[in-house]
């Protein structure tokens, strides 16, 4: 079955502890990507790769690092996570170019205290 | 800046009655339009993808229109039930390098019995 997976789904945890969300995928994506989505504000970008050792910013990359050694792995880094990263975040992949369909993971909750 | 703007934030329907939900957007170039559905608590899956030369796109019980002169698009629900109540985001992709996504915020749909 064609899915995108991330673990952990729900993750409380402390300020300044670091944390490491992955995310894969087993459609052979080359694009991937995370967003971050809190009420009121939608969805937002973080971080995107368009293939394997290639990453840019997206709209909100303060506080956050990524990752692409391998296609199907995308994992999102928190290096000193602070409240204002709680919120609930997505990990997607979708075929190059524009008319690929973006599948998004099931998303992960979550807070830091 | 592109901008991608739904209407209306949120809206409560009864079962069986129908409903249609607006997206404005300032993207450009235009590349495509989706929409998605977001059932509480899960990742966003696609409904509808729509091109500059199409006009209308049914799956099932929702149709949607584009509208590329005005820039504008609606997504209709026809004899809505209770599990139509979702998150219905519009998503406009441009054509320049990287194929960024641009994503509303969202209208989000109640159907009560």
């Known amino acids: 079955e064609a899915q995108v997976t991330q673990n952990p789904r729900y993750l409380i945890t402390v300020t300044g502890k670091k944390l490491t969300v992955t995310c894969s995928q087993n459609?052979?994506?080359?694009?991937m990507s995370w967003y971050r989505q809190d009420p009121g504000l939608g969805l937002r970008q973080i971080y995107y790769s368009m293939n394997v050792e290639v990453t840019d910013k997206g709209d909100v990359p303060e506080g956050y690092k990524v990752s692409r050694k391998e296609k199907r792995n995308f994992p999102l880094i928190l290096e000193s996570p602070s409240p204002n990263q709680t919120s609930l975040y997505f990990c997607a992949s979708r075929a190059g170019g524009p008319g690929g369909t973006q599948y998004f993971g099931p998303g992960t909750r979550l807070t830091v205290l | 800046k592109n901008q991608v703007e739904q209407s209306p934030q949120s809206l409560i329907i009864l079962e069986g009655k129908n409903c249609t939900l607006q997206c404005n957007y300032t993207v450009s170039p235009f590349s495509n339009l989706r929409w998605y559905k977001q059932d509480t608590g899960r990742g966003p899956v696609s409904l509808t993808i729509?091109?500059?030369?199409?006009n209308t796109k049914s799956n099932g019980r929702y149709t949607a229109t584009l509208d590329a002169d005005t820039k504008q698009s609606s997504l209709h629900i026809t004899a809505s039930q209770l599990s139509d109540s979702a998150s219905y985001i519009c998503v406009v992709t441009d054509s320049n390098s990287g194929y960024a996504l641009n994503f509303g915020k969202g209208t989000s749909l109640l159907v009560t019995p």
């Open positions: 729509m091109t500059f030369s199409e």
């Open positions: 459609m052979n994506h080359e694009y």
